[in-house]
């Protein structure tokens, strides 16, 4: 006579079972999650996460106008998006070792322009080298690395890499400003920029893959039924669920990247010191690292649209604490609400677009994707600098930001991921993917 299972061990035993399922994949893959969480804490940490430290200083020591900083930082921003589908090519073409290197020469030039500059303009030329140097050497190889090589549980993968750019900025937004107080913002820009370049390349040489990413020998969800075809944008643009996600990418970085550039002077302006501002910067963007760990958890359990969605309502009412930026308790607040948000955004969002836009030619597509990014992303640092130039005051751009927050929350509710195909959404319980 077999001895009778137990009811609670059998239950233990298929938790277990779960959890080591979910991390096994993480576990193989160390190497390129180490490496892309190397250049996500140095170059997009520090070298982009930061930008508001600077945006502050350069105006109150140089008397640069913030409008003027801002329209910088914009075409740095929207040259950024122009090279993403060329950055998205030759990531399917070579993989990520070449537009990383490529990425290095566009930053050495980037911040040898901002070491020697005296005028306001010579601020927008190093943001035109520094928007395609950011593209090809971290933003767009990583995303689409982690996507294309984690078919399973991509959106936690993302979510462990992308920490790396909010912990740095945690650590890194107030050093900044410390180093800045010490030796000067040319001084700083100095080490920030030696340390931008040396990352990527280290990475290239010990961590990252060599080639082509290969795709999945394994049946995926996400792939296409038929066979390989060429790209035809034809038929990608009558995908289901193409437009509200174009539209839940592009609304909310009106509003984000509105208030991550005006954050510090925002809040000097509120009355708080700029080592508490530029804590409080560094805090948003350091516990988004939380949104971006959890977010992804929560994805794989209760699907991508539904966390997609919490976290826009996180936004709305994040933003809406500005409003009283002058209390310390709000924004603490808001930098908890908005981190989460912003962090869950980060890791949920390529689930969405390569459950829509399927695996074949990922980089290709979801580098023309962000072409779609361009006007508002290259808006959302003028628009505040004009409204502070204007009236004096930040007050009406914190009315824009919860606009936009809204807009972006009500959208979400038109995204529907298909439910065969190439775009099936996450199952609630990943064990069973």
């Known amino acids: 006579m077999e001895p009778r299972q137990n009811p609670r061990s059998a239950g233990l035993g298929r938790e277990l079972s779960r959890q080591a399922n979910t991390w096994a994949p993480l576990r193989d893959a160390w190497p390129l999650l180490l490496g892309c969480f190397a250049i996500e804490f140095i170059v997009i940490g520090g070298g982009i996460d930061t930008v508001s430290v600077f945006l502050n200083e350069l105006s109150s020591s140089e008397g640069w106008s913030r409008q003027g900083l801002s329209t910088g930082i914009a075409v740095g921003a929207v040259t950024a998006r122009l090279v993403t589908p060329g950055v998205g090519w030759m990531v399917d073409r070579y993989g990520v070792r070449v537009p990383i290197l490529v990425g290095t020469l566009f930053l050495a030039a980037g911040f040898g322009v901002l070491l020697s500059m005296s005028d306001p303009w010579h601020f927008v030329v190093a943001n035109l080298l520094l928007g395609p140097g950011f593209a090809f050497s971290a933003m767009l190889p990583i995303t689409v690395a982690v996507t294309v090589l984690m078919p399973s549980r991509t959106a936690l993968a993302l979510g462990i890499v992308t920490m790396g750019s909010s912990l740095g900025a945690l650590i890194l937004a107030p050093v900044t400003q410390g180093m800045i107080d010490s030796l000067g913002w040319r001084h ?77 002077p925002y809040l000097s ?59 310390s308790t709000a924004v603490w607040l808001f930098v908890a609400l908005h981190g989460l948000s912003f962090g869950t955004q980060v890791a949920v969002m390529p689930v969405v677009a390569m459950a829509i836009l399927g695996r074949e030619n990922f980089g290709t597509l979801y580098g023309l994707l962000q072409l779609a990014t361009i006007a508002t992303i290259g808006a959302a640092p003028i628009i505040p600098g004009v409204i502070y130039e204007a009236t004096g005051s930040y007050r009406y751009a914190v009315f824009f930001w919860i606009a936009v927050m809204v807009s972006s929350f009500l959208i979400a509710f038109f995204l529907h991921l298909p439910t065969s195909g190439s775009g099936s959404e996450p199952r609630p319980r990943p064990e069973s993917e």
């Open 269 to 327: 302006d509120q009355g708080h010191g700029v080592t508490f501002a530029a804590g409080a910067l560094g805090a948003v963007i350091g516990i988004s690292a939380i949104g971006k760990l959890g977010g992804g958890l929560l994805a794989d359990r209760l699907g991508v649209v539904v966390t997609m969605r919490l976290a826009l309502l996180l936004a709305v009412m994040g933003s809406a604490l500005l409003l009283i930026g002058s209390s």
């Open 188 to 264: 700083t820009y100095l080490a920030l920029g030696g340390a931008a370049l040396v990352t990527p390349i280290v990475c290239v040489l010990f961590a990252l893959p060599r080639g082509q990413l290969r795709k999945p020998t394994t049946s995926d969800a996400t792939d296409e039924a038929t066979p390989r075809q060429p790209l035809q944008l034809g038929r990608v643009l009558r995908r289901p669920g193409l437009l509200p996600m174009v539209g839940v990418l592009m609304i909310p970085g009106l509003g984000s990247f509105g208030i991550q550039v005006h954050l510090v």
